[in-house]
DNA sequence: CGTATTCTTGATGGACATCAAGATACGTGG
DNA sequence: CCACGTATCTTGATGTCCATCAAGAATACG
């Protein structure tokens, strides 16, 4: 038997069908009774505080996991103790591909608020690949896609000037926080300055006077961790590098 | 028809089953008479030359590529021009995944010298991973791998001094050239000071000092793109960080 | 051979890190 | 609700690693 979740008491027996966000989530494509198959698999367990650990790098690979709310930062450790954030990952982003090869997960995944995560085994994905084509496409997909944005993130920090990376970054953030595609003004970012700037390869003085420049320019207007950003196109053209700088403040009027 | 390899002539109809790097290339497990039939979709054209380019960026994505023998790079470019070198493959390394989820290539690839590549097309791999399991396994753990190596650049490139980043790439370089796990002592480097330096988000003068420096301690000796590692444990403590840097030849013996 | 490309070496400069300390927000218990 | 301690964020002064600028040396190549 591969479906087990039948068993186990004590988890949140919230279905995936019912679930609103599931077209984020479970590929769509899947017929009704299938999607009730796979949903059958997917666990929900009790949320992640914040500060709780989701993954522990070199843990025993197990199951994939689905951000389902909340928000995630992931790191690796070096062996000299440094740490690097690869990745924030919000509601739909798919977290522990990297055990696949090895069989441990990569990174420690760590809760940035509440966090809930729908978890489905390795084994029941594979169980449920064989059976419908559409899953198999989804995670080739996720994975994919994860290749992408990484690729992104080594031109952002081989290429570009700390600006840049910021003006990349709060883009990034802020078309990711919009349901749709498009980007909003206002977001709210989970994490500190300190996990932006590991996330960026920069210190976190670094990142303080650059978001008090951009205000400056009136670019972005920021409230501690609440940011609007005021003029997009001038942050789009500093991501991009198709302006000088902004103006470096200097005993400003 | 999902084979459609047969038609055309002009290629070379080495087939996969004669070939020596098999077991590094098409997945172990399949059976004699899968292995043909995946073999038989696998196109060998004419191999590349030194500095053609095996894909580029924004292409529309058709197929698979593994590298037969040879050696390439790929590498991104951004909006105002810059290029970031995002990897380098050799025998059995795997081109064109991240295309699978834009349909569209991610990168340029361009051949390092005489290089040869396997094709697959796409549509061919989802018949064969629909048939084989382990086709399917197989680009998955590819693609695993892909996103555990991207990782560690992420960490390179945010945390490591300069020295860190030349000596890990020394250290994976011998490795993965090596057919077996273990690295060796001599390499002989395919790519330029300048692909190198791009690769590690330095420039060129910095790792040529740095060459120069590593061989003046007795760790490296450099020989324009050979270079023997001559003390491993000293170079995988600078990789690691678990000594303090090597001594800084100013106006040395 | 002569020209181009790659690589090395030196001198100087700048972007960002480090060091230091104050300011603001946050949590907890009285 | 306020007092107090702590974590987070900001701002300034200084330092350093690596980039930039410049030019020569070694190798590749037609």
Same mark, same amino acid.
């Given at each position: 038997?591969?479906?087990?979740?039948?068993?186990?008491?004590?988890?949140?027996?919230?279905?995936?069908?019912?679930?609103?966000?599931?077209?984020?989530?479970?590929?769509?494509?899947?017929?009704?009774?299938?999607?009730?198959?796979?949903?059958?698999?997917?666990?929900?367990?009790?949320?992640?505080?914040?500060?709780?650990?989701?993954?522990?790098?070199?843990?025993?690979?197990?199951?994939?996991?689905?951000?389902?709310?909340?928000?995630v930062k992931s790191?690796?450790?070096?062996?000299?103790?440094? @740490? @690097?954030?690869?990745?924030?990952?919000?509601?739909?982003?798919?977290?522990?591909?990297?055990?696949?090869?090895?069989?441990?997960?990569?990174?420690?995944?760590?809760?940035?608020?509440?966090?809930?995560?729908?978890?489905?085994?390795?084994?029941?994905?594979?169980?449920?690949?064989?059976?419908?084509?559409?899953?198999?496409?989804?995670?080739?997909?996720?994975?994919?896609?994860?290749?992408?944005?990484? @690729?992104?993130?080594?031109?952002?920090l081989g290429k570009?000037?700390?600006?840049?990376?910021?003006?990349?970054?709060?883009?990034?953030?802020?078309?990711?926080?919009?349901?749709?595609?498009?980007?909003?003004?206002?977001?709210?970012?989970?994490?500190?300055?300190?996990?932006?700037?590991?996330?960026?390869?920069?210190?976190?003085?670094?990142?303080?006077?650059?978001?008090?420049?951009? @205000?400056?320019?009136?670019?972005?207007?920021?409230?501690?961790?609440?940011?609007?950003?005021?003029?997009?196109?001038?942050?789009?053209?500093?991501?991009?590098?198709?302006?000088?700088?902004?103006?470096?403040?200097?005993?400003?009027?």
């Amino acid at each position: 038997m591969l479906i087990d979740n039948k068993g186990s008491s004590r988890q949140l027996v919230e279905k995936c069908i019912t679930c609103p966000g599931m077209r984020h989530c479970l590929p769509h494509g899947l017929k009704g009774n299938e999607m009730e198959r796979v949903s059958d698999m997917v666990k929900h367990r009790r949320p992640f505080q914040r500060g709780e650990q989701i993954t522990m790098m070199g843990d025993e690979f197990t199951s994939l996991m689905v951000v389902h709310s909340g928000f995630v930062k992931s790191y690796k450790v070096s062996r000299d103790g440094e @740490q @690097q954030i690869v990745g924030f990952y919000m509601s739909g982003d798919v977290l522990g591909v990297e055990g696949i090869s090895t069989g441990n997960y990569g990174y420690t995944a760590e809760a940035l608020e509440t966090t809930s995560v729908c978890t489905l085994s390795f084994r029941n994905y594979e169980y449920c690949s064989s059976h419908f084509p559409v899953m198999q496409k989804w995670l080739l997909n996720t994975m994919s896609r994860q290749i992408i944005d990484e @690729q992104k993130m080594l031109l952002m920090l081989g290429k570009m000037s700390a600006e840049q990376r910021i003006a990349n970054f709060l883009l990034d953030m802020s078309r990711r926080m919009s349901a749709s595609g498009t980007s909003i003004q206002t977001i709210r970012l989970p994490m500190s300055r300190i996990d932006i700037a590991n996330y960026l390869g920069l210190v976190v003085e670094t990142v303080s006077r650059l978001l008090t420049r951009l @205000q400056a320019n009136d670019i972005l207007i920021v409230k501690r961790r609440v940011i609007s950003i005021m003029d997009l196109n001038r942050l789009q053209a500093i991501a991009d590098n198709s302006i000088e700088d902004c103006h470096p403040l200097h005993h400003a009027a």
